[in-house]
Nanobody, 114 residues
Framework: VQLQASGGGLVQAGGSLRLSCAVSGSIIRMNVMGWYRQAPGKQRELVATHTSGGRTNYADSVKGRFTISRDNVKNTVYLQMNSLKPEDTAVYYC?????????WGQGTQVTVSS
């Protein structure tokens, strides 16, 4: 299984970006798909998750601004990020959980300028 993240970039505060994570093989097999981020000098943290049953979970810092969605036909998970803040600047990683195995994408840089 391979995960390929894309969609990062440089955006001004208040702007929007949509990240995509393409999953090789069937995304349906994944129990949970999620996005994590890691800012310089900080630990990787959970941003949002989406279960195969449709439940979503968000970090408090992004609730109301970010939306995770999953397209089982396109084998892709998305993270729509609105009202971006400079503190959202980080490398964003796509994650897929299949039973006890974690799969990670390569990361995509998101930079929000003030």
């Amino acid at each position: 299984v391979q995960l390929q993240a894309s969609g990062g970039g440089l955006v001004q505060a208040g702007g929007s970006l949509r990240l995509s994570c393409a999953v090789s093989g069937s995304i349906i097999r994944m129990n949970v798909m999620g996005w994590y981020r890691q800012a310089p000098g900080k630990q990787r943290e959970l941003v949002a998750t989406h279960t195969s049953g449709g439940r979503t979970n968000y970090a408090d810092s992004v609730k109301g601004r970010f939306t995770i969605s999953r397209d089982n036909v396109k084998n892709t998970v998305y993270l729509q990020m609105n009202s971006l803040k400079p503190e959202d600047t980080a490398v964003y990683y796509c994650n897929g959980k299949l039973s006890t195995i974690d799969y990670w994408g390569q990361g995509t840089q998101v930079t929000v300028s003030s």
